[in-house]
């Protein structure tokens, strides 16, 4: 028997220029609501922020991340939200991909504990209420080393073995009118 993963990689696209393109309408809303979370939480007192560690300082900005995602996607045509084994999710059906947000590394990879919905969700298996076919999607956001500067919002192809690849966005008021809203930022792997 052929795995889920393995078999459902000739039916998803995986391409990043034709992933890239179909959410090239969305990149700028994605990169607001990402760099939303982090301004939020950098506005916390100094007093309050000096208990957090980096998984608090993670937990509050994807809460205020959730808050705006919410705000800014749900209205939009064609966008749907699910909550899916307490995932919070969106399929853009138009792009025929569904994005879930996470703080991320420097490859656009999820840096906390793997839940089993984490690992279905990269793996690219069945999910209720989810169509099978959308390509998963995490968008990210990546800190400085220090963990209070904001590096970039990305996107990622993640798999259960890291991120397939990842993009940067370029935020609207940073790019040339004719660049590009992303550029790749995959760091090539060594092969042994």
Known sequence: MVPLESSLEAVLETDIEIVMGRMAPYLDQINAVLRHGHVVYETYPADIVIDHDSSTQAHCTFRHTLAEAHRVLDDLPNVRHMEIRGQNLWLLESANVVVRFKKTDEDGVSSNYRTPQ?????????????????????????????GTGFVRSQISLP???????????????AREADEAAWYEVTRQRRAF
């Not at 690219?124 to 220090?146: Q, S």
């Not at 798999?159 to 008021?173: E, F, Q, S, Y």
């Open 118 to 146: 984490a690992v279905a969700f990269d793996g690219g298996e069945e999910l209720p209420g989810l169509p099978p076919l959308p390509t998963r999607l995490t968008a990210g956001y990546l800190l400085d080393g220090t």
């Open 159 to 173: 798999t259960n073995r890291g991120a397939l690849w990842c993009a940067a966005i370029v935020p609207l008021d």
